[in-house]
């Protein structure tokens, strides 16, 4: 079994340079006083949403340690009833929830048969997928690299393609139903609470005879512009979003399915990094989740064709490399949160958002909007679809 956790014996040299600049910059985050009268150039690199557990961290390593995330713990419940009632046929029980909060996962449970998944799995991988993204349409023609002079057209099409594969349940109903099924929001309920949004969706494919996703973690996706947080709860420390993960053809240890670290969800880790790669037509860097001490056995989560799990994005996860001959494998992934969190800050909406991750910037959020799946939301924070 394959757990693409990276090993690093690189040491590269201490990087006082970056460990100054960041104090700075770090320093006058802080002082928002000051933020009115700095440069709009400077302004953008400002970490404003790390805490100090997250600089000191990046300072003293000369940032060769990160947090590519909010660092934060994770609180148990104090009680492990469910949220909301719910019809017998999709009760959890106290040791199944008890059973989530210890693991970091729950699942898997059956959503619709596999033939159906079968019809639907050929319109939104075959069809939907490889159209123009209409969410994206204007980013997608407009979008902008970090660093000048580094578009060629492999990486254009590569990122159109990747832009392609995210928020089309925004376009299509039919994919929308698959997480507003009462066998997916009624047991999410009793995790996360009666009042549901599904704010995000990705496909994920993997073709015979490749590799599978890195082990990671997540929880506020500060990520994504590594400033500040793209989504912000009342409590960072409690459960207040759930990946739902919908298995579009089978996922077995052959093909790739998931794999997660039973536990390692009560703390975000820091990530070590190593030397910078180019094995991809967008760069990458070998990176491994500084956990303390020795990881425990990953599981499997073995899934079929029309059927689900839940997991935290906290807990350290990934994919199997996919070793078949001929059998691909595709899920999507639905971000479910709860009504009281807030998705995207005003200025990620009003202006653009950018995701140092894939070194773009001037992604408008224009078009997006969260769905009401459940419930109804008392607080305001975000804006919805009608539509589906």
């Known amino acids: 079994m394959t757990s693409n956790a990276t090993v690093n014996s690189w040491q590269p040299p201490f990087d006082w340079k970056y460990s100054l600049g960041l104090a700075l910059t770090y320093i006058l985050a802080k002082l928002k006083f000051l ?13 404003i949403g790390w805490n100090a557990k997250m600089f000191w961290t990046a ?14 713990r994770f609180k148990d419940p104090k009680s492990y009833q469910p949220k909301a009632s719910v019809s017998p046929e999709f009760q959890l029980s106290e040791a199944d929830i008890r059973s989530f909060y210890e693991k970091g996962y729950i699942g898997p449970f059956d959503l619709i048969p596999a033939e159906e998944m079968a019809e639907l799995k050929t319109y939104l991988v075959d069809s939907l997928i490889k159209t123009e993204s209409q969410i994206w349409s204007a980013s997608a023609g407009d979008f902008e690299f970090e660093e000048e002079g580094t578009e060629t057209p492999e990486k254009r099409a590569y990122y159109t393609k990747l832009l392609n594969q995210l928020n089309r349940h925004l376009e299509a109903p039919e994919f929308v139903d698959l997480f507003k099924h009462p066998a997916v929001t009624e047991r999410c309920a009793q995790l996360l609470g009666p009042d549901l949004i599904l704010w995000r969706t990705k496909f994920f494919g993997l073709p015979p005879q490749s590799k599978g996703t890195t082990i990671h973690q997540a929880s506020t996706w500060l990520y994504e512009n ?8 009342q409590d960072e420390e409690e459960l ?11 996922a077995t240890q052959e093909n790739g399915c998931m794999i997660a670290y039973p536990g390692t969800h009560k703390e975000i880790y820091p990530i070590k990094l190593g030397q910078k790669t180019s094995n991809t037509v967008y760069g990458s860097r070998e990176a491994t989740i500084d956990y303390p001490g020795q990881l425990p056995e990953p599981e499997l989560i073995e899934v079929k064709a029309g059927q689900f ?4 994005e906290r807990v350290i996860h990934g994919s199997l490399d996919n070793i078949s001959l001929d059998k691909e494998r595709w899920g ?7 009504t009281a969190t807030q998705i995207y800050t005003k200025e990620m909406l009003e202006n653009s958002h950018t995701s140092k991750d894939f070194k773009l910037k001037n992604l408008s959020l224009d078009k997006w909007k969260a769905i ?4 109804e939301d008392r607080f305001g924070y975000n804006r919805y679809s009608t539509k589906s």
């Open 372 to 375: 009401l799946i459940r419930g």
């Open 35 to 47: 933020h009115g009268f700095l440069p709009e150039k400077l302004k953008k690199e400002l970490p």
């Open 332 to 338: 999507v992934n639905g971000r479910i949160a709860t």
């Open 240 to 250: 207040f979003q759930l990946a739902c993960w919908i298995a579009l053809t089978d």
């Open 59 to 72: 300072f003293t390593s000369g940032g060769q340690r990160v947090y590519y995330d909010y660092y934060c």
């Open 226 to 233: 590594k400033r500040e947080a793209a989504v912000i709860p």
């Open 309 to 312: 799990f839940f997991f935290s």
